[in-house]
T-cell receptor, first 115, second 114 residues
Framework: GESVGLHLPTLSVQEGDNSIINCAYS??????FIWYKQESGKGPQFIID?????DKRQGQRVTVLLNKTVKHLSLQIAATQPGDSAVYFC??????????????FGQGTILTVHP | EPEVTQTPSHQVTQMGQEVILRCVPI?????FYWYRQILGQKVEFLVS????????KSEIFDDQFSVERPDGSNFTLKIRSTKLEDSAMYFC????????????FGPGTRLTVL
């Protein structure tokens, strides 16, 4: 079946560096791709989403890039801070379901930011 | 800031026992979800709920599972006869009308089945 997966399980960066977290997906029919952040002991928290007809979307200190040719999604975090340390999940919302349907999550990347 | 709350934070039960996990979604949200996360693994969808009925459910959500919104605020997940493999973190989430992807997750209930 379709799946959403990650290339790198861990990423360590220095405070102030830019971070790039990658994700591969297999369901090219997905409507949206979404990034969630999960801090220790908490539930996932929405960061940013991108619709499948877009290539790039920017938020506050974050940018999501979507490459449909190679089915690749990335999250770029500018000037990474210690508070960004968390597990980052990519997720997709598939076509064919409702607009308010389920999210399918990838495996997760652990981001550690060193002061 | 409004948030999703879940109780209890940790539930320990014996195999075969029934458990009820409770959630209070954000008050003006209309769509409700349960997900679970086995330790070290990805978050998995269980069920979605809208307008007092199940919208969608996964293969995991078999006859042992049920959901209910007994009043205007609570949203519950019941597991009738727990199995060892039900041990996981269970997250409730809610979504407001008009927001497709920004599901708000609760802090989770850690279920341990012995």
């Amino acid at each position: 079946g379709e799946s959403v997966g990650l290339h790198l399980p861990t990423l360590s960066v220095q405070e102030g560096d830019n971070s790039i977290i990658n994700c591969a997906y297999s369901n090219s029919a997905s409507d949206y791709f979404i990034w969630y952040k999960q801090e220790s002991g908490k539930g996932p928290q929405f960061i940013i989403d991108i619709r499948s007809n877009m290539d790039k979307r920017q938020g506050q200190r974050v940018t999501v890039l979507l490459n449909k040719t190679v089915k690749h999604l990335s999250l770029q975090i500018a000037a990474t801070q210690p508070g960004d340390s968390a597990v980052y999940f990519c997720a997709e919302k598939g076509a064919g379901g409702t607009s308010y349907g389920k999210l399918t999550f990838g495996q997760g990347t652990i981001l550690t930011v060193h002061p | 800031e409004p948030e999703v709350t879940q109780t209890p934070s940790h539930q320990v039960t014996q195999m075969g026992q029934e458990v009820i996990l409770r959630c209070v979604p954000i008050s003006n949200h209309l769509y409700f979800y349960w997900y679970r996360q086995i330790l070290g693994q990805k978050v998995e969808f269980l069920v979605s709920f809208y307008n007092n009925e199940i919208s969608e459910k996964s293969e995991i959500f078999d006859d042992q599972f049920s959901v209910e919104r007994p009043d205007g605020s609570n949203f519950t997940l019941k597991i009738r006869s727990t199995k060892l493999e039900d041990s996981a973190m269970y997250f409730c989430a809610s979504l407001r009308q008009g927001s497709y992807n920004e599901q708000f997750f609760g802090p989770g209930t850690r279920l341990t089945v012995l």
